[in-house]
């Protein structure tokens, strides 16, 4: 297991790359583009793609990729979480991701379309340039094969997030050539299949070099079998998901209460995380996922803005005894586990996301509260077994059964921890009741992770769920936000807005 202790100087490396490639680059608009040609390896400046590479890693830090509007779109807008925070911003907030009155121009849903087609842009130079070189060496092919990646990851939010968006998948030459009607959905799904199919097929299984966090074959592989069972293909999504299992590489390992401590980051429950940098040292690439998720409170309980808590829906989920509950939950008034900290009693939550809660030695040492440093896990290995059951268990048949009850049970096991009496193993073998104990384990195991919103939509469950919750104004149309406003004004008119806004 790999700690923050022990990649800090690996991470400062990263840093000073990507800060010198962007103090190199301020001077020049990211529109100013050269005409594309063809060249060889040696007419690349040393290390030039790579750099780009880096910049790209850089995107991903984003308050959009990684900060409170990835929170908005993917996790409060869920059944089992609130917006949180206090009564000020519950009032402006709280009705449009809550109760789904989607407004037209929102500062978060804005910040999310700009930040993930910024991130796109940052991919497209890396591409453009690796195409125009004649005979890429491997690891010109890998770089590549990360650029491709996080286009298809960006595109995948996108797509998920407003339907059908428009492709940009080439180079930016002028502030015209951005402008682009929106492409279907099965359209995107065909650019991010193309894209993750090359990932997988350049990407090496892990890298020589000490940078934590970096994308690799698993990650490619990963993301595939989310983007195939966001549309049923569970075929495909087994297939990926045992790839993922093949490497070896990956593990349930790490017990559950130590996946969200500073000390587990990069871990081997860890395939695409995240990286954050912040100390007294070097403040420049913190993130923002835990500040805006942290404990809202006074003095040496002002951890962060407190947005995305779970609700007595999600607390209500857990099966009696479940350790999983008081490694997602952290309680106001009373003192909690791990660090025996007391969290006030009257705060305008009871409840807070545990999943961001940070090591209170850390923010001594850092001089700060509110979690810079914190990476932010996007996909972690029990996901993939746990769309691995679900995906063997709706293909059926006895040899699928049994793989779907094994996937189950590794994710239930590592849970109890041991103990027996909690957690009983799973037996059935009707394909309703399995599916059933999948989509609660899914739940449960990945609460507050982002996760439960998207799995609603595509089981189709997503409108009678919110009302069994009390968001009574959920309808078919939130599945998608609507195009920001001031994108279709920007487009004269060549961005068309989604149905029913």
């Known amino acids: 297991m790999k700690t923050k202790l022990n990649t800090r100087p690996s991470m400062v490396l990263w840093a000073s790359l990507v800060l010198t490639l962007l103090i190199s680059s301020c001077s020049e608009s990211w529109l100013d583009i050269k005409p594309k040609g063809r060249f060889t390896e040696d007419d690349l400046p040393a290390g030039s793609l790579e750099g780009q590479i880096f910049a790209a890693y850089s995107g991903l830090q984003s308050e959009a990729t990684s900060g409170l509007p990835y929170v ?18 519950f009032a402006s907030n709280g ?21 993930h087609y910024a991130l796109i842009n940052l991919t497209n130079n890396v591409i453009t340039a690796a195409d125009s070189i004649a005979n890429p060496d491997a690891a010109t092919l890998a770089n590549l094969g990360e650029a491709k990646f996080m286009r298809a990851w960006a595109y995948f939010n996108l797509v998920r997030a407003f339907g059908e968006v428009p492709i940009i998948d080439f180079r930016i030459t002028d502030q015209a050539s951005a402008i682009r009607p929106k492409s279907t959905i099965a359209e995107v799904y065909q650019l991010i299949d193309a894209d993750l199919t090359e990932a997988v097929s350049v990407l090496p299984l892990s890298w020589d070099d000490p940078l934590p966090g970096r994308i690799t074959q698993g990650t490619a592989l990963a993301l595939q079998t989310k983007t195939f069972m966001a549309r049923n293909m569970f075929s495909q999504a087994l297939a990926s998901a045992q790839a993922v299992m093949a490497t070896g590489l990956y593990d349930l390992s790490v017990p559950y209460n130590m996946i969200f401590r500073e000390e587990s980051e990069n871990s081997r429950e860890s395939i695409f995380e995240i990286q954050a940098l912040y100390n007294q040292n070097q403040t420049t690439y913190g993130i923002t996922y835990a500040s805006r998720q942290g404990v809202r409170g006074s003095g040496d309980w002002d951890l962060g803005w407190g947005w995305n808590v779970p609700n007595e829906r999600l607390l209500g989920a857990f099966e009696e005894g479940d350790p999983r509950k ?23 939550q009871d409840y807070w996301n545990k999943k961001v809660y940070t090591n209170p030695a850390l923010r001594r040492q850092y001089g700060n509260r509110q979690g810079a440093w914190f990476n932010f896990r996007v996909i972690r290995y029990a996901d993939i077994v746990l769309l691995a059951a679900e995906a063997a268990n709706e293909i059926g048949g006895d040899a699928n059964v049994d793989l779907a009850l094994g996937y189950l049970e590794q994710v239930r096991a590592r849970a109890r921890g041991g103990n027996t009496s909690i957690l009983p193993e799973v037996t059935t073998r009707d394909q309703e009741a399995l599916r059933q104990a999948i989509r609660h384990e899914r739940q449960v195991e990945l609460g507050m992770e982002n996760e439960r919103f998207f799995d609603l939509v595509r089981w189709g469950i997503d409108v009678e769920t919110m009302h069994d919750a009390g968001k009574t104004s959920y309808q078919i149309r939130n599945r998608f936000l609507p195009i920001p406003q001031p994108e279709i004004d920007r487009s004269g008119g060549v961005l068309i807005q989604n149905p029913d806004y």
């Open 72 to 89: 908005a779109v993917h996790n409060i807008r869920s059944d089992d979480a609130n917006l949180g925070s206090n009564a000020g911003d």
């Open 326 to 348: 008081d490694a997602t939950v952290l309680y106001s008034g009373q003192v909690n586990a791990p660090y025996n900290e007391f969290v006030p009693a009257g705060l305008d």
């Open 95 to 115: 009705p449009i991701y809550d109760n789904f009155n989607y407004a037209l121009s929102h500062w978060l849903m804005d910040s999310y379309w700009t930040g």
